[in-house]
């Protein structure tokens, strides 16, 4: 069996296992795992345990929350210390990088076991209370010591990266932090030419002072812990100036931007100048993303866009640039500075919608079918109806999807839906969907066409911020507007919609959402080729699925991949359709049909790449399979005449006579009869027929006899054949020959008699030569042609592959990129000079454009009190029915504080400095 | 004839390259408007307009597609059912003209057969003035040509001045035979009362804008 056979049924066994079980490529522990806390790919989790937390901060005196010590388990990779609470993974989870780690100390504990302090930089201090036995809980320990040790050489990294946060911007500005940072971190344009909406409205200001008192109590970007009030101070929207920096957090586009200082410069500045289809496609949009903006009306906006699209185009090229990304990042790039952008753009590609903007756009349409799907399950009168009246759901859904609801409602709403979007992932944009139709499904039944469809949605978005009860004399019902009516449905009627429906869905559509796109690719590849006048349609359908069967790293469905058959595709191709070909294993001895193959693939290859397009694939078959026996031999003649000047020269002929020897091989050897034959043999037939008219039963041919003729027939072929070239070539012109003779100073009056001197045959000698001999002639007028059977139906096991298999890589291939990450790693480990955003000088013209009224800089939170009906608003109602209800801590939970306030070892200031006298209780200290 | 006009439904799809100004179009024919910096279609967009032709009265249902080449798979979604359709290129943008090309073999090949179809050329503006046609890089010859080979009306437009652009719709309106029109919306209603009156309306886009209900 060769290679490429054990190849291919290794796949098939693969990808039939797959799709029988029709379940989603298992993901491994660390894989899940990574997802589950937005870490990057590559994390693993080394030691875990069961544990017990309590967290302090020299700041927590207004503390909010009431469970001091949940348990859970918390897990080491190789840069985070990650905890999730057992209670509902929301109480208190926290992904700590190893970096922002300052300390830890081991406590001395009397009964109650292992106990570790970890402080951070954000000031606050964690006690893992580890479960379990001792042995396990030091082997934590020891792994943690070693994590952290290596992390230290990255310290720089941290020490830059944390000047970028706004975050810490914000408390250093009020004393609180010990950093020293003067000048507030690169951002969104909005710092420099207004944030969308109203600030005052928003209550943007008393945002800022709970996200302030939260990052005291509960750390910050790097080291923070997310409790109940982290999500629900999401959920109320977040404030103009801390919005980019909690969209990276919630998504973890932020450990990749602190992975990777230098890419983003490194990616601009290596593509400079440089040009691709990406790069056009992107300069058309500049100008039309979010150009009622006014950072988008002036070139430092445009030049920010510009920068991010086709950084990631570089990094991307697989994506390159998709209409939507422009008004993404134009949305981003308000909130976000240059850099935390593409880190996000990247992340959202990667991980959040993966497909949604690929080159066939295959994410997109799969979730436009599942969205169609949970219509119909959770809204089966929406769904009736629009089937009864073929109203396309899509045309209004797919660009919700696509620009994430930026195109379909004022920014200011659609930011809300992005928060939470950023925390909770694409679900979001389902339940956000569903939640638009159920709200508007009176009026929508009404419709039966698809305008007044559009029309009434179009309308409701630009009323969201109108009252949903204008008509209801509570007062308290009158002031809920459609916007907080949608958030509710979205996120209470519609929670029922997770990751695991949307998976189990996206799962069943797939097939057939791949075949479509597969279809479609086929059908305008097709129509894009060349017309040709020896292969009909059907035949080059048949062309195409071979072709791409045979070209692996291909995969028709994801757009992405070459599309490009190289030599060894190519002889498989050509094996598996022509007679002729053969396989045997020659060690590199004599001529073999690999050297004609490798001509004609030369041939075809017209840009001597290496690679021939599949276009380039039908025209040279074209010309092989040519019906007209003048063309045909020109164009083998043209084979050989590589360098087109209308000759072949003598060694050009002995190639011929050679090659052809080698395709003749079946007929020459007798395992197939050519037409002469075939001829002679029902010739000797009917003879016998005729001699005996009553004959019945079979008749006896010697085939052996016949055979014999044929091999002499073809051997006399190729004699003759050689022989008549050579006695017919002509001698190189006397000008050429008399300039080289000059040359040489070699005077030779016989030149047409040397074996050495240049001799040529043109093509009408050629033809001559070939149309002396009846067997050659008919080799070249039917014999060669009928050896190639380009209507051979592929494999039905081998075509199912090739779908299969684009399926397969479709599976994998979703947001993963492990190989390319590593990549990307070791190439950046070397370089780690960050290069300073320049554009914050050029930044500070035109800040009178905003009013002072909106001004809300002034980020002293130190003095300021936050205006306490501000905050009952606030956190009260609107955030209320969007917070997942938090029950009191279960019987579990009472114990254990029990158990801690009976042993007294939470972890105090004073407590602090007693320990830190006994030295060799240090793990790990780092300030 | 006593009958009121009834409106003739026609849906009709627009297809071209990136910004050629499709929607532009649509935005002129529709609000008789234009924006200097549109934003691009993503996915698709649904608009209706009503004009009226001698005297028939046709609702254009208008379906307005995305312009980038991956979104071409969207296409089919849209067209289907069209029974008019206008494959836009940009006048100073050859690739686009190619594009258009292979927009029309797609509908051909793909749509429902009695497709009307208009090979419009956008941004005629950016070669009025231009002396010695160095924008332009599409010549009127040969859209002609194209327009010729596979049967289409063929405009060239400026959906910024206004140019042609109601022309285009209204060329398109009298092409269409009555009897093929109102076929996607499965409701026939008015079916008796319609008459045909594609005979009385001169042919082309000769007619003036004024004809148009918009
Ligand atoms: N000068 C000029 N500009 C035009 C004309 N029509 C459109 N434009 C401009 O061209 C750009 C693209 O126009 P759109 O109408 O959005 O193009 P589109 O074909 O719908 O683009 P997609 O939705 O991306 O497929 C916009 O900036 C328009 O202002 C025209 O007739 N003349
Ligand atoms: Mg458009």
Redesign the interface.
Known sequence: MSFFESLRDKAVATITQVLDKKEEVKLTKDELFCKEYNLPDGETILSESAAEVGVKSSHNKDAYKNIPFPQGRVYATQHFLVFRDLFDHRNCCFTIHLLSVKKVERLPSRDYGFALTITTHSQISVTLYLIGLRSDSEKFAQTLKVILKKNLSNINKFQIFLKTCYSEYLLAKNQISNEKIDSPPNGGLGLEFKFPGNAKDSKDKSKMKLWFDLFRVDGRNLSLIKTPMFYKLVRVGLPNRLRGEIWELCCGSMYLRLADQTEYEKLLSQNMHKKSIAIEEIEKDLNRSLPEYSGYQSPIGIERLRRVLTAFSWKNPEIGYCQAMNIVVAALLIYMSEEQAFWTLNLLCDKIVPGYYSKTMYGTLLDQRVFESLVQSTLPMIWEHVEKNDIQLSVVSLPWFLSLYLTSMPLVFAFRIIDIFFLQGAKTLFQVGLAILKVNGEELLKTNDDGTFISIIKEYFNTLDQSAHPNSPNPKFRNITKFQELLVTAFKEFSIINDEMINKHRLKYRDSIFQNISSFVKRTEIRNLPKLANIDQATLSIIYDRFYAFVESYNVTLGSGSSLMDFKAFKRFMNDICDWIDNRDHQGAGVTTDDFLRRLFDNWDVEGAGFISLSDLVIGLNKLVEKDLMTSISNFFELYDVRKLGRIDREGILQVSEDLLCITSPWKDGILFDRITDGLISQTALNEQKKNPDFEGEIIIDRLKFEHQQIERYLSGASTFIQRAFEYAQPVEEEILIQDLVMDNKISHNAALNPNTPVFVNLPTFRMVVLADETYELFFSKTFRKSIHLDKPLDSKFDSIRNLRSMFDGLLADGRKVARVVRDRVDVAANNVLHNNEDNSSMKSSKSKVHEEEEERDDDFGVISINEADKDLLLGAEAQVLTDPVHPGSGANRDLKRLHQENGNVPDSERKDEKGEIKNLIEFDNS | MSFPNPATSVKLVLLGE??VGKSSLVLRFVSNDF??????????????QKCTIGERTIKY?I?DT???E?????A???YRNAQAALVVYDITKPASFIKAR?WV??LH??ASKDITIALVGNKFDLVEDDEEDSLRKVSVEEGQNLAEEEGLLFFETSAKTSYNVNEVFIGIGSKIPDSSANQ????RENNQGRIDLTSNNASGGSSGSGDCAC
């Open positions: 990136a910004a924006q200097e910096n549109k934003e691009p279609t993503i996915g698709a967009a649904f608009l209706t249902e379906w995305a312009g980038q991956r979104f071409a798979l969207l089919p979604m849209y292979h073999k797609e090949e793909q996607p919306e499965a409701i």
